[in-house]
């Protein structure tokens, strides 16, 4: 009960300049004492107000964790969150769209050669529906490799009569009632699960991207078995399959060698999912920063983007104080409860250069609330003149609980916020550059309608997730069919200024 108190009175509000530092050398004390003159260094974050860390007793384990995590290869190259920085900017200006989507947490037990397939393909396959369908080139960011850790509401919850900690992602604690405690080892076996997503990524994204290219590979049996008038999702995929059928034409036709060599390259190029997570618990993140060139600028290379949760956006906290210095493209969300002055005081602060790419704002108000809210928001950005990518994450707005207690999504909720905020950007004579989906590429029962049908009666057949629910495949495939059309307009209208 004496671990439960404390965590109940430290998780949220403990200052990081109170816990003990992962090296005890001169060097980094002196850093950290002299680093209240605004100066960023790795450990700058230290002497800022912390929020939603796990609760560690054993300190010399954790520093031993950090340590080892310190000189473990980076999981990333900084060309590749490069590379992304420049795909972000492009999708700012309208001519990219960003597809981001995966597991609310990921779990260790998922990291199977069969879960990864069913990821990586239902991603790739949203995105070519999605860019094939609006003819605009995709960047594909998967929630994984590294979505281990989350941040909840309370650090304590009841169970059965019993008071345990928190679950907060695998990477922290287990789902167990016996296995709640915060275990820094954890971290370290967080990394390697990463470690080995990534890996079977770089494996098997060509792999199934050159199979979606082939027309022969898209069944369309799934489409005849939803719900409703289905006519306008055949359309499309009928487009789709006619444009891969007439590449594939070409490709097999020798005499075209060189126009099929041409084609091909505009059409069909690099298979690629960068990764993201919540940037959550610092001391990993600190580990996975690295000084990176001549001009040693620090990337953050456990992951290609990293994101600033809604419980850790506090301008003077120590999220903001170590998002600030890192090169990654960094998000930040935005709701019903975001003071737009104090957002852009909070973008000012982490791209004090201004530059385009940076900065990701995610947009999660909930189906209803955005017209109201989401334009005042855009027109304060606008009038400061910062450089944004805009991404709505219609998930974590419209999140509700059934008559028996079970934590759902509406499919037609989620939708309806999508399409409430490309009418607000447009609107505001704005760019909506991408969309933020939790969902897998399983046939969970996480999510209450679509045109598959699931009811509230039906979650209880396969509700998965141990933390927020996701669409299904054929939700995440029936989402990206409708889109399509939001995303052709969108790109007429762009076109016509």
Request: glycine share 8%; proline share 4%; charged share 25%.
């Amino acid at each position: 009960m004496m671990r439960l108190a404390s965590a109940r009175r430290d998780l949220d509000v403990r200052p990081a300049k109170y816990r003990r530092r992962m090296s005890s050398s001169s060097d980094v004390i002196n850093e950290l004492e002299t680093a209240t003159d605004g100066q960023w260094s790795l450990d700058s974050w230290r002497t800022k107000p912390i929020k939603q860390q796990p609760y560690y007793e054993d300190q010399e384990k954790l520093d031993a964790v950090c340590a080892k995590l310190c000189d473990l290869p980076p999981l990333v190259q900084p060309s590749e969150v490069d590379e992304l920085k420049r795909q972000l900017a492009a999708a700012a200006d309208g001519e990219r769209f960003i597809l981001q989507g995966g597991d609310c947490a990921e779990r260790f037990q998922d990291c199977t050669s069969e879960r990864l397939q069913k990821k990586l393909r239902v991603i790739m396959q949203m995105g070519m529906i999605v860019g094939w369908g609006a003819q605009v080139p995709l960047t594909r960011i998967g929630r994984v490799a590294g979505q281990y850790m989350k941040p909840r509401s309370k650090p304590t919850e009841m169970i059965d009569g019993r008071e345990v900690m928190a679950y907060k992602g695998d990477a922290i604690n287990g789902i167990g009632l016996d296995d709640r405690e915060h275990d820094p080892q954890r971290l370290q076996d967080g990394y390697f699960h990463s470690a080995a997503t990534l890996n079977y990524m770089r494996t098997y994204l060509q792999s199934v991207a050159d199979e979606l290219q082939d027309p022969a590979t898209w069944d369309e049996s799934f489409v005849k078995s939803l719900r409703g008038d289905m006519s306008s999702y055949h359309q499309i995929l009928k487009e789709i399959r006619d444009a891969l059928d007439f590449i594939h034409s070409y490709t097999h036709n020798s005499t075209q060698h060189k126009k099929t060599k041409t084609l091909s390259q505009k059409k069909n190029p690099k298979a690629e999912v960068f990764t993201s997570h919540e940037g959550l618990v610092l001391e990993f993140e600190q580990a996975m920063t690295r000084e990176v060139g001549q001009a040693a600028r620090p990337y953050n290379l456990g992951a290609h983007f990293v994101w600033i949760g809604d419980r850790t956006r506090q301008l003077d906290g120590a999220h903001i104080e170590y998002f600030r210095g890192i090169a990654n493209p960094i998000g930040c969300k935005c709701g019903p409860t975001t003071n737009a002055a104090e957002l852009c005081d909070l973008v000012k602060a982490v791209n004090p250069d201004n530059e385009k790419g940076k900065i990701v704002l995610i947009s999660r108000f909930g189906a209803g609330k955005v017209t109201e809210k989401l334009c005042e928001i855009i027109r304060t950005v606008q009038e400061a003149g910062l450089n944004v990518v805009w991404q709505c994450d219609p998930m974590h707005g419209n999140t509700f609980s059934t008559a028996s207690g079970t934590k759902t999504r509406d499919f037609h909720a989620v939708y309806s916020e999508v399409e409430q905020t490309f009418a607000a950007h447009a609107k505001c004579g704005s760019v909506l550059g991408g969309v933020h989906f939790e969902m897998c590429g399983d046939d969970v029962t996480e999510c209450v309608g679509g045109a598959c049908g699931l009811s509230a009666g039906d979650l209880a057949d396969n509700y998965e997730s141990f933390c927020d629910p996701r669409l299904n495949w054929q939700q995440s495939i029936e989402m990206a069919l409708k889109m399509v059309s939001l995303l052709r307009k969108q790109k007429t209208s762009l076109s016509s200024q």
